[in-house]
Structure formats: structure tokens, C-alpha cells
């Protein structure tokens, strides 16, 4: 087997075509983003809002385009020569932002790198948990020998950002901060970096691909909805990602602007705790209860069947989200046809609260992210009073992603929402890093901060990701996922939908599935 190099979407090339004319760059860019990057460590975090910063300087060994299929990156082909070992054939004459050249044993130390680098999410360990050794056959050549067959590692290594190898592996990340190791491959280089302030970006011009469009990218976090409309409006930004739903009908009213949406992989879900004791969970009165409820399946019924879903996407997403009944978006692999579709029934909620042994409900705080994804405050304030008709008084905490994000997984909290996207594409990415049983050298579990283990569930992941065959593959992620929503590992709520908005007379912007705000998708109108 060997991937060839693809082309970018047909969309972008017609596009860039006739919208550039051959031009090499054109003005400063403003892009107001509802959260910046964590640091400019680009094997720090593995949260989404870091690997979308990340990707506008540093680039990973294979890629993913708009719509999530795979593609070359900095490996242009690859191939399996033994049931244990892949071979990456880097793309020949790419150098760093420093003038370097990219050779195999930048990708080794990259790799090496990872686990050491890691930050509280557990950085992007369970991107490459599988490679038990990574070694140069030549300059060009990468050898990964994997633990046990490894089907998806092409997958996995969408997110393997690569760096110099003269950066030690040691090296904090406050030398990322300052710009003196944010060396990466890509279309900008970092100029200027500022914790929850801006970051700035400027042309690479030794780029292997396509010439940088813009002089400079000012990517300001503005973290408040209603601000970054507002930024939009007055001509501050001229371009903003996560476009609050409540705002799309004003913003396409308005002369000059134009809202680029699609659909996302990302889903809006309820975590319980599975801990034998949980903190944050009490007897109506007040009082400490005898168990977890959360452990018993009929209150996680009774949860799901108090959540209406409709609700939610039509009135607090404005009809741009719609009810989700998997914890992967319908149509991925590993998505399950048998799976039943969750539906809304207080009458069948109150009566499995009852059945558990807690016919008047009982108290939990409920936290939420507040500033990571479109609406996720008002849906966590929606899931009170939707709680409270079925017995569960829920004090609702909607909370700062810098925080929210360390807590959970610190355990601090017993019931949990924010979202959540299977970003290879593929059902195996969630299974193994969220529903499987957490391994504390990081291999499996390392995002399941819930204490949630189904020994069913993780035989079947782990088959899977052995399995070479495609078809067998599929089968054995599709049973996972089934058994995973028999379970209600966790509540879906709603499947997002990715919105941007900009100024039509500057640009146009290519909407990218995993909600990606990149410069090279904002391509100017003139």
C-alpha cells in the first residue's frame, strides 16, 4: 500500500485561482478567535483550540484537508513493510522557519519528544502510544516499529507536529513562548506570541507549498461572543471563528459580511463520574448519599431521556445544530447503524430515577465549558431547568476553559459537559483515548477522566486497532460503539455545526470540519 500525493479540495483551488491572480501576498489579516493557543508548545496540549493554532506554524508528518480525509503532509508516502513496521518517505527540500532541512531525524526527536513535553490533557501521548520505536533509515526515511499492528497510525499521525531536532528534548515551554523555539515548517512563522492576547504570524517565504496570502495574521482572542460580533461589526477583525447561532441571521443581514459554515465533528456531551465517591453529588436534603448514582445505568437513562435534544438545537442553536444519539458524528467510521437513537420522555426519566431508588432525585453541580465552544454556557444553563423536571437539582457552573479543562481532569468533578470531536475521522481516536480504560503510561484512556472502564468495551478497541483489514475493523468499532451507548458512557446532546463570519469584500474562507481557523483557508477577494 502506498498514499500518493493528493491535491487540495477542488473548492480551494478555483478558488485561490481566481481570487489571487497570481498575486504573492496581500494585506494584514485580523482574525478575532473565540480561544488563542495555550502556549506555542506544539506538544503541550491536544486540545483542539491549541492543535488549530499550532497548525498555522508547524506542520505534522500526515494531514488532513477540509472535509477530514487523509493526506500527505511532510511525509509524502507511506507504507506498512511487516505487521510492525511503517516506512514515511519525507518530502524532499522542506525547511524550518531557521533554514534548516527537514530530515527523518527531526521526526524521530519530535517524537521522542511527545511524552516528555506532555501537559495536564496529556498532551498528544495517545497520538503515539502505538510506536514502541521510531528510528532514520536515511535522510528522507522514517522507520516507526508499532507495539502490536497499528491500521490507523497513518491516522494518529495527523497530529504529529514536527520540530528541529536540534531542539533539546528538554527544552521548557516557555522557550516556545518566547519565539526562540517555535521553529516550525509552515505556510507563517510566529512573530510575537501573548497568553490570552494575540498571536502574530508572518509569511514563510522559503514555504515548500503554496505562497503565503496574507503579510500578516493577527489571530486575537476574544473570548466573549457578543465582543467578537462586535469586533466584526466595527471593522476591528475582519474575520471571526465560533460565530454565536444567535447571531448568524443579523451578520448575513448585514452589507459586506458572510457567514462560511459546515458541518463539525465536534458534540456537545455529558460526562458522569464513575468514581465509587463522588464529590459533588448529595441526597435531595443535602445529606451524603449511600452510592454513586451515576454508576447505576437506569439514572444515565433517565438523564438521556431528560434531555431534550430538539430543544437545544433548535431554540438555543438557532437550528444550527442538530440532536446527536452517538458520541461520533453519523457517517464516521466506526459510527453504529444498530445503535438506538436517544429520544426525550420525562415520563420514562422520572420513572428509571424511581426504579434506581431515587424517586425525589437528588443534588449535583453540574460544570461546564463556558468560552470552548459556540453556546456551550447557555446549553449547560438549557440543561438545568431540564434536569430539575426530573427530580435532579443541578447547580450550574459554567466555567473558563483554563480552568474547567485542569479540573476535570484533576477528577474534581462529578457531572461534566463540553465537547468533544473524534478528529481522525473514525470512531477508534474516541474509543481509545476517552471510553477505554485509563493506562497510566498513557496508551489507552488517557483523555478518560471519568474513572468509566467496560472490559467488553476495551477488548473490542484493541482488537480493532490491531486489525489490518478494513472491513473487520469497522465491524469490531462499530460493535465498541453500540456497547458504548448501550452503556450511555456518556450523554450526547448535540452535533454542532462550524460557523465563521467575515468581511466579504476582503475575503472568503474555506470552513474546515474539525472548526480549524487556519490563515491559508482565508483566501482574499482581490
Known amino acids: 500500500m ?28 485580523t482574525i478575532g478567535v473565540r480561544s488563542g493557543a495555550e502556549s506555542m508548545d506544539p506538544h503541550f ?22 472535509n477530514l480525509q487523509l493526506q500527505p503532509g511532510l511525509a509524502e508516502s507511506w507504507e506498512p513493510v ?32 511527545i511524552p516528555l513535553a506532555a501537559g495536564p490533557d496529556g498532551g498528544l501521548v495517545t497520538y503515539t502510544r502505538r510506536i514502541v520505536e521510531a528510528s532514520v533509515v536515511d535522510d528522507l526515511t522514517v522507520a516507526l516499529k508499532t507495539d502490536s499492528p497499528a491500521a490507523t497510525l497513518p491516522l494518529d499521525l495527523t497530529r504529529l507536529f514536527v520540530i528541529p531536532s536540534e531542539i533539546a528534548l528538554d527544552t521548557p515551554v516557555s522557550e516556545f513562548n518566547s519565539g526562540a523555539a517555535a521553529i516550525g515548517t ?25 505562497a503565503a496570502k496574507w503579510d500578516k495574521v493577527t489571530f486575537s482572542e476574544i473570548s466573549n461572543d457578543s465582543a467578537r460580533v462586535a469586533a466584526l461589526l466595527s471593522d476591528r477583525v475582519d474575520l471571526i471563528n465560533y460565530a454565536p447561532p444567535t447571531d448568524v441571521a443579523r451578520l448575513r443581514s448585514e452589507d459586506g459580511l458572510e457567514v462560511f459554515s459546515g458541518s463539525s465533528v465536534y458534540i456537545f456531551m455529558l460526562f458522569p463520574d464513575y468514581r465509587d465517591e463522588t464529590p459533588l453529588v448529595r441526597a435531595k436534603d443535602g445529606g451524603a448519599l449511600d452510592s454513586n448514582p451515576f454508576q447505576d445505568l437506569r439514572v444515565r437513562q433517565a438523564i438521556s431521556y431528560g434531555v431534550n435534544r430538539d430543544a437545544i438545537a433548535s431554540r438555543v442553536m438557532e437550528d444550527l445544530a442538530t440532536p446527536a444519539s452517538q458520541i461520533i458524528t453519523e457517517g464516521f467510521f466506526g459510527w453504529s447503524p444498530e445503535a438506538g437513537e436517544l429520544s426525550y420522555d420525562l415520563d420514562k426519566a422520572k420513572a428509571l430515577l424511581a426504579e434506581a431508588g431515587y424517586p425525589d432525585g437528588f443534588q449535583v453541580d453540574l460544570h461546564c465549558t463556558s468560552d470552548r465552544l459556540p453556546m456551550d454556557g447557555d446549553i449547560c444553563a438549557a440543561l438545568g431547568p431540564m434536569l430539575a423536571r426530573i427530580g435532579i437539582d443541578a447547580s450550574v457552573n459554567a466555567t473558563p476553559r483554563a480552568v474547567y479543562f485542569p479540573a476535570q481532569s484533576g477528577r474534581e468533578y462529578s457531572l461534566m459537559m463540553n ?6 475521522g473514525e470512531a477508534s481516536y474516541i474509543l481509545s483515548s476517552m471510553v477505554h480504560t485509563k493506562i497510566e503510561d498513557g496508551s489507552y484512556g488517557v483523555f478518560n477522566h471519568f474513572s468509566y472502564s467496560n472490559p467488553e468495551i476495551d477488548e473490542l478497541v484493541e482488537t480493532a486497532l490491531g486489525t489490518i483489514d478494513e472491513g473487520e475493523r469497522k465491524s469490531l468499532l462499530e460493535q465498541a460503539m453500540k456497547v458504548t451507548m448501550d452503556d450511555l458512557m456518556a450523554i450526547p446532546i448535540v452535533n454542532l455545526s462550524a460557523i465563521w463570519a467575515g468581511d ?7 470552513p474546515r470540519a474539525d472548526e480549524d481557523t487556519l490563515a491559508i483557508n482565508a483566501l482574499p477577494t482581490q
Open 504 to 510: 466579504s469584500e476582503k475575503l472568503t474562507y474555506l
Open 82 to 113: 511487516d505487521d510492525l513496521t511503517w516506512h514515511f518517505k519525507l518530502r524532499e527540500g522542506v525547511t524550518f522557519h531557521d533554514g534548516s532541512t527537514l530530515d527523518a531525524a527531526d521526526v524521530v526527536q519530535s517524537i521522542n519528544r
Open 45 to 66: 496540549s491536544a486540545i483542539g483550540i491549541n492543535v488549530s493554532a499550532m497548525k498555522n506554524v508547524y506542520e505534522t508528518l500526515t494531514a488532513r484537508d477540509d
Open 419 to 424: 465537547g468533544w470531536g473524534s478528529l481522525t
Open 2 to 29: 502506498k498514499i500518493l500525493k493528493l491535491n487540495r479540495p477542488l473548492l480551494a483551488a478555483l478558488a485561490a485561482s481566481t481570487a489571487l491572480a497570481g498575486a504573492a501576498t496581500a494585506e494584514e489579516l
Open 186 to 210: 509552515g505556510p507563517y512563522k510566529l512573530d510575537s506570541w501573548a497568553a490570552k492576547g494575540d498571536m502574530v504570524v508572518v509569511p514563510n517565504d522559503a514555504y515548500w507549498g503554496d
